[in-house]
């Protein structure tokens, strides 16, 4: 085979630690800071891309943790990319899951990376490279998870006032169901109709909770119920729905366009949370997109409490999707205490608004990045 004219040539990842600006209380785990990898892919154009990946609780949520990423990407994925034709993310990537299985999060984090710099080298923004955009700010909901109703209650009050966030989704599943009802209940009672109220359950639930607690979520006028019961669970899944009328949204359920296809056919949810991470990238993301839109099963832009590259990322893939009836949770950046873009994302009008720049349309702070990084020697290079 001809060497390509434009190589990649060096893949370069970065651990950052940042602070959570409270505690971020999930089922699964409590959450005081985050770790984002950063994986930046050079060419021998000269033309750089970012891209991110990131876990929540370590390895509470999923199977790759930030540290099994960064070694995985610098031990095997880097030496397979190291050469490969640059301008086609969609052949860079096809060599490299043709010999590393799994770890979808790694490749959600190169797969971007080569989709931000080609659409650098075009001149671009990202979203042109998945047909355009067919809207130019997202919604985006807060997650209220301090554990305290009343802090909550006041949290979500802010962000009516600030007109930053009217979705609200509520953490559960760490007390009984009907304490948690009562949590929830309190805090729809407070926001009335200014807000939209939803939970997320993260799997803790099982089924005869569930039967019970989305019975009480229904009464107290919640409007989505997130993964209540084990990702795996599908025919549960599916007995939920058939006994409920409040939607159920899948999320740890699904790891790309094979579950999508799955669930969709066993009818198992209402909503699809897509995040680009579970999906294995933004390919990926859009193939579990097309199977919700075919299946009618709507859409919901999930997050997996990425920093501003994935948030920025995840967001111009969601602008290219025709319906997004549920909207987005794209709101990472705003739950760590530091900026590391020269320039901050706009959240404004309850919404995120899209960059207009080429590539992901982000620019990192450099000092900010050497600041944060975990190991403060000058990163290694393949
Ligand atoms: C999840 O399960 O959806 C998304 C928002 C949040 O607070 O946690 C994540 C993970
Ligand atoms: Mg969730």
New binding site residues.
Partial sequence: TPIPQTRVEAVEVLLLDIPTIRP?Q?SVATMRQQHLVLVRIRASDGVTGCGEAST?GGLA?GEESPESIKVNIERYMAPLLLGADATSPAACMDKLCGAVQGNRFAKCAIETALFDAHARRLGVPLSDLFGGRVRDSLPVAW?L?SGDTARDIAEAEKMLDLRRHRVF?L?IGLRAPRADAAHVAAIKRALGDRASVRV?V?QAWDETDAMLGMRLLEDAGVDLV??PIAAGNHEGMRRLREQNRVPLMA??ALHGPADAYRLAAARAADVF?IKITQSGGLRGARQVAGIGDAAHVALYG????EGAVGTIASAQLFATFGALAWGT?LFGPLLLTEEILRTPLVYSDFSLQLPSGPGLGIELDEDKLDFLRRDKAPAKTY
Avoid: S
């Fill in positions: 971020h999930l929540i949520y997650t998870a989704k953490k997320d993260n997130e993964q999320d740890e949370a999930g997050t997996m409490l949770e």
